[in-house]
């Protein structure tokens, strides 16, 4: 089974909407880690917000929110007031058995999302 | 803002001849990842290092692969025998230690890209 599942390969949202990527996620750890990066066009990861399996409260990191539903294992990614420079690969990922020390990342196969002018 | 840097950026080499990549993580990161993202494709883990070896790896780590750091700064990623299918995209990353409340965030490089003929 895949451990990090993101069903919509490509998303297209007006510039100044908002938009959720959808990531769903499989483990039977009690403790683990949900994180989101983005992939412009030129290939870097960059890394967009955590939300971790034991926070009561779901993360903010500017305009990019996670919409964490534990009992139903997703982990979507909410970004507010589209901007062109949003338009990039959207990864979602997750970091089992957080007291274990290092540990990889699963990735999941990404959404790509087109912001629209 | 500190960041893991990644040389060469682009790399072309022929089959059966020996790559290395080369990673200078963030300086008061404890732990270094590499992975790789065939083109399309998603991001898969290769391996983690920590304390000066390997302390996970995946099953596309195989006797062809190799890891080092051979100084404070320094973290690469050897390839002994390059085959066609080994060319894509090579992340490192790295991270801090875990603690109990909140795991690591792995921070990416910009990425290598590697192209075997």
């Known amino acids: 089974a895949q451990k990090i599942t993101q069903t919509q390969p490509g998303m297209f949202v007006q510039e100044k909407e908002a938009v959720t990527l959808d990531c769903t996620y499989d483990t039977s750890d009690q403790s683990y880690g949900l994180f989101w990066y983005k992939q412009p066009s030129s290939g870097e990861m960059i890394f967009l917000i955590y939300q971790g399996s034991y926070d009561e409260q779901n993360a903010t990191e500017g305009r990019y929110s996670l919409n964490f539903q534990k009992a139903r294992k997703s982990a979507n990614l909410v970004i507010s007031a589209s901007q062109l420079g949003d338009s990039a690969m959207y990864f979602c990922?997750?970091?089992?058995?957080?007291?274990?020390?290092?540990?990889?990342?699963?990735f999941g196969t990404g959404t790509r999302l087109t912001v629209i002018p | 803002e500190p960041e893991v840097t990644q040389t060469p950026s682009h790399q072309v080499t022929q089959m059966g001849q020996e790559v290395i990549l080369r990673c200078v993580p963030i300086s008061n990161h404890l732990y270094f990842y590499w992975y790789r993202q065939i083109l399309g494709q998603k991001v898969e883990f290769l391996v983690s290092f920590y304390n000066n070896e390997i302390s996970e790896k995946s099953e596309i780590f195989d006797d062809q692969f190799s890891v080092e750091r051979p100084d404070g700064s320094n973290f690469t990623l050897k390839i002994r025998s390059t085959k066609l299918e080994d060319s894509a995209m090579y992340f490192c990353?790295?991270?801090?230690?875990?603690?109990?409340?909140?795991?690591?965030?792995?921070?990416f490089g910009p990425g290598t890209r590697l192209t075997v003929l």
């Open positions: 990353a790295s991270s801090t230690r875990s603690t109990d409340s909140r795991p690591d965030t792995q921070y």
């Open positions: 990922a997750m970091r089992e058995g957080l007291r274990r020390g290092a540990n990889n990342l699963f």
